[in-house]
């Protein structure tokens, strides 16, 4: 009886284990390989997170077009009430408003999600989809996120369950939309 207790109790801890959802760190020089969609065309893209302090800038890259970046202030990404409506961006660095954020949601919106499971961002109230019926998957893992929908249902965001770096990992109903498919 004794073993068969130890073998259940062996199994509940690996299925437990195996069950887990990673969380991808995101450092600088962190490369995310990408799907855009703009107005039903697809582009691949590529992201490079080239600095996590202020100004945190996020890369991007897409083959013939160009390439550039986006620099947030400390206050957008403490602060930030809105995402930057992006669909074809300017080449070379471009510098976000205080209140704009590329890529991610802001510490204070993701402090708010954390704990009432809701939102605003560019005017709109989000909240946690229940039940969640997505799976995120990135480099061939589950990643824990935050799967969030807009009251009108227009929108949706799939957010890493990062307070670091709250980054949106997939995204519907965006001027640009963007899947993740693997981070390096």
Same mark, same amino acid.
């Given at each position: 009886?004794?073993?068969?207790?130890?073998?259940?109790?062996?199994?509940?801890?690996?299925?437990?284990?195996?069950?887990?959802?990673?969380?991808?760190?995101?450092?600088?020089?962190? #490369?995310?390989?990408?799907?855009?969609?703009?107005?039903?065309?697809?582009?691949?893209?590529?992201?490079?997170?080239?600095?996590?302090?202020?100004? #945190?800038?996020?890369?991007?890259?897409?083959?013939?077009?160009?390439?550039?970046?986006?620099?947030?202030?400390?206050?957008?990404?403490?602060?930030?009430?809105?995402?930057?409506?992006?669909?074809?961006?300017?080449?070379?660095?471009?510098?976000?408003?205080?209140?704009?954020?590329?890529?991610?949601?802001?510490?204070?919106?993701?402090?708010?999600?954390?704990?009432?499971?809701?939102?605003?961002?560019?005017?709109?109230?989000?909240?946690?989809?229940?039940?969640?019926?997505? #799976?995120?998957?990135?480099?061939?893992?589950?990643?824990?996120?935050?799967?969030?929908?807009?009251?009108?249902?227009?929108?949706?965001?799939?957010?890493?369950?990062?307070?670091?770096?709250?980054?949106?990992?997939?995204?519907?109903?965006?001027?640009?939309?963007?899947?993740?498919?693997?981070?390096?």
């Amino acid at each position: 009886m004794k073993k068969i207790i130890a073998v259940c109790f062996c199994l509940a801890i690996f299925v437990g284990a195996k069950a887990q959802k990673s969380i991808p760190e995101i450092k600088a020089g962190t #490369v995310m390989s990408a799907s855009a969609f703009v107005q039903g065309q697809e582009f691949p893209l590529v992201l490079t997170v080239k600095s996590i302090t202020a100004p #945190v800038s996020i890369g991007w890259s897409v083959d013939g077009y160009g390439d550039g970046a986006f620099e947030m202030s400390e206050k957008a990404v403490e602060s930030g009430t809105q995402l930057a409506a992006v669909t074809q961006p300017a080449l070379g660095v471009t510098k976000l408003g205080d209140t704009e954020t590329f890529g991610i949601i802001s510490k204070a919106a993701f402090k708010m999600l954390s704990e009432t499971k809701a939102f605003t961002y560019g005017g709109q109230k989000f909240k946690v989809k229940s039940p969640d019926t997505g #799976v995120v998957k990135i480099s061939g893992k589950e990643i824990d996120v935050f799967h969030v929908v807009s009251e009108d249902g227009k929108q949706e965001l799939w957010i890493m369950n990062s307070a670091a770096f709250p980054f949106i990992v997939q995204s519907v109903g965006q001027a640009t939309d963007i899947t993740i498919t693997e981070i390096k």
